[in-house]
């Protein structure tokens, strides 16, 4: 089963960047937003302004874990990890789950050891495509 999902992961999946517990891995997962089922804003707005309220499903590759205050980079966008778990299949860890929340910094470019970037994006620029 695992082999399958990471096939999945990938051929389909996009690059991101994972900083848990103090080191920095690339992996490959979906990011998506998530819609709220009311039809509502995606914010609130307050006496000091509109608050941010959208939040992101990852479903990453088991090679890489996430768990709760890791952050994780994609597209120039940093977030951090409000939820995780592992997900498995018999007593085999096939994928992660976690839920994101955007950070106000955006992930910032260094260059990893292959020469690329590391904010997950795979062009050498924040946010480029």
């Known amino acids: 089963m695992r082999e399958l999902v990471e096939q999945a992961f990938a051929r389909y999946a996009m690059e991101v960047t994972v900083e848990h517990r103090g080191e920095k891995k690339r992996a490959k997962a979906f990011v998506q937003s998530v819609r709220r089922e009311n039809g ?27 768990e709760m205050g890791d952050r994780v980079c994609c597209d120039g966008m940093r977030y951090i990890v409000r939820n995780a778990m592992p997900v498995y299949a018999g007593s085999e860890i096939v994928y992660y789950w976690a839920m994101l929340h955007p950070e106000e910094e955006m992930c910032t470019r260094h260059k990893g050891e292959n020469g690329d970037d590391d904010d997950g994006n795979g062009t050498g620029e924040i946010g480029g495509g």
């Open 40 to 66: 509502s804003e995606p914010f609130t707005v307050t006496p000091m302004g509109a608050v941010e309220q959208r939040v992101w499903r990852y479903l990453g590759a088991a090679g890489v874990p996430v």
